[in-house]
């Protein structure tokens, strides 16, 4: 074990005596990567944190492109959804039930929730995060960054770098890969 390892694990067990009000680092297990920015987001750490349960965290956007936009990640660092594979549909639609739980008490509706993930390189953190998002968009731009592509033939998705959650499930629960290109 390094010291920053063992360093890591002792200032986490400081952090968990003092209760859940101080929001707990993510950092917990041998995935943890002290570099990554979502394995240290914490309320000390500035992060606007509205979830937390033994497997998630959740927080505010810090650069909104809705009015409503979330982050939803594992505690588990997984670098992206390209990762995950048919043991990990319980995960996603872990992560899915935690959207439309936060969604659901700003009363958004059904039809105004947007879920997904970035596809890499088209990402801007290494550490699997699912937006949740209340649209409508703030403007074009925005929209642009999360562009959703429905699939044809025996594809779940067309050519696109994000992909929403419902066809990330239908693709690894089939033990298919997620990817930019038709999957
Ligand atoms: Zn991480
Ligand atoms: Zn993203």
Request: a positive charge; hydrophobic letters at 40%; aromatic letters at 10%.
């Amino acid at each position: 074990m390094t010291f920053q390892k063992a360093f890591s694990i002792l200032s986490c067990l400081i952090i968990r005596t003092k209760g859940l009000s101080q929001h707990l680092p993510v950092a917990e297990d041998s995935t943890y990567d002290p570099s990554c920015a979502f394995c240290n987001v914490s309320v000390e750490n500035g992060f606007d944190v509205r979830w937390e349960d033994s497997q998630l965290v959740a927080f505010r956007d810090r650069d909104p492109a809705c009015e409503q936009h979330f982050q939803v990640i594992p505690k588990r660092h997984l670098s992206s959804v390209r990762q995950l594979g048919k043991s990990d549909v319980g995960l996603v639609k872990a992560m899915v039930n935690v959207g439309h739980q936060l969604l659901e008490r700003l009363a958004i509706k059904r039809s105004m929730r947007k879920m997904g993930f970035h596809i890499p390189p088209f990402i801007s953190v290494g550490h699997l995060h699912l937006h949740v998002q209340a649209l409508p968009y703030k403007n074009f731009a925005r929209k642009a960054k999360y562009p959703t592509a429905r699939g044809f033939n025996s594809y779940q998705k067309g050519f696109t770098w994000f992909i929403e959650a419902h066809q990330t499930i239908s693709i690894i629960q089939e033990g298919r890969r997620v990817g930019v290109l038709p999957c």
